[in-house]
């Protein structure tokens, strides 16, 4: 959450020529709600099955895309397993600082963290990111440099896929 990585699928795919995709969004076309919504009404399980879903429509679906998912959708249902399955995962792994900064700014807008006051927000993170970790360092790349120039990263990119 806040590491950039629909930034990075826009740009990337706009690179590639191939279609973006925003889980979330795809998600919230599907059920006709926001995921504050989802949240709110149907609950975080609920929506993990639905992200779940999607996923596996959209690889299917669609030979080449790149793909936008939520901080969690790699740490449910064995996603990180399948995703590698179905191409190259990639981990944003952008300093704490650079996370809280955004995250604070996006709150009201991320329906886990709405109701988070500054200390809260910081507890936060760090839990998500040691929770998560396990899962993320399972990925192909992991992408430190938040100053990577956008033809250094396809070319990380275009060498994960010919190694494969």
Same mark, same amino acid.
């Given at each position: 959450?806040?590491?950039?990585? @629909? !930034?990075?699928?826009?740009?990337? $795919?706009?690179?590639? &020529?191939? =279609?973006? %995709?925003?889980?979330?969004?795809?998600?919230?076309?599907?059920?006709?709600?926001?995921?504050?919504?989802?949240?709110?009404?149907?609950?975080?399980?609920?929506?993990?099955?639905?992200?779940?879903?999607?996923?596996?429509?959209?690889?299917? @679906? !669609?030979?080449?895309?790149?793909? $936008?998912?939520?901080? &969690?959708? =790699?740490? %449910?249902?064995?996603?990180?397993?399948?995703?590698?399955?179905?191409?190259?995962?990639?981990?944003?792994?952008?300093?704490?600082?650079?996370?809280?900064?955004?995250?604070?700014?996006?709150?009201?807008?991320?329906?886990?963290?709405?109701?988070?006051?500054?200390?809260?927000?910081?507890?936060?993170?760090?839990?998500?990111?040691?929770?998560?970790?396990?899962?993320?360092?399972?990925?192909?790349?992991?992408?430190?440099?938040?100053?990577?120039?956008?033809?250094?990263?396809?070319?990380?990119?275009?060498?994960?896929?010919?190694?494969?």
């Amino acid at each position: 959450m806040g590491a950039g990585k @629909t !930034h990075w699928g826009r740009l990337i $795919s706009k690179k590639m &020529g191939i =279609p973006f %995709f925003d889980l979330d969004e795809l998600i919230e076309s599907d059920t006709n709600k926001t995921i504050s919504e989802i949240f709110e009404q149907e609950g975080e399980e609920y929506f993990r099955t639905k992200e779940s879903e999607i996923l596996q429509w959209v690889t299917e @679906t !669609h030979e080449a895309m790149v793909l $936008s998912c939520g901080g &969690g959708a =790699p740490c %449910f249902f064995n996603n990180i397993d399948y995703m590698n399955e179905k191409g190259i995962t990639v981990w944003l792994d952008a300093p704490f600082e650079i996370l809280l900064g955004r995250l604070r700014i996006q709150k009201s807008h991320r329906p886990l963290l709405k109701d988070l006051d500054d200390e809260q927000l910081k507890a936060y993170i760090i839990k998500k990111c040691n929770d998560r970790r396990i899962y993320y360092e399972r990925a192909k790349l992991r992408i430190e440099n938040q100053e990577i120039k956008t033809d250094d990263f396809l070319k990380l990119i275009v060498e994960e896929t010919i190694s494969r």
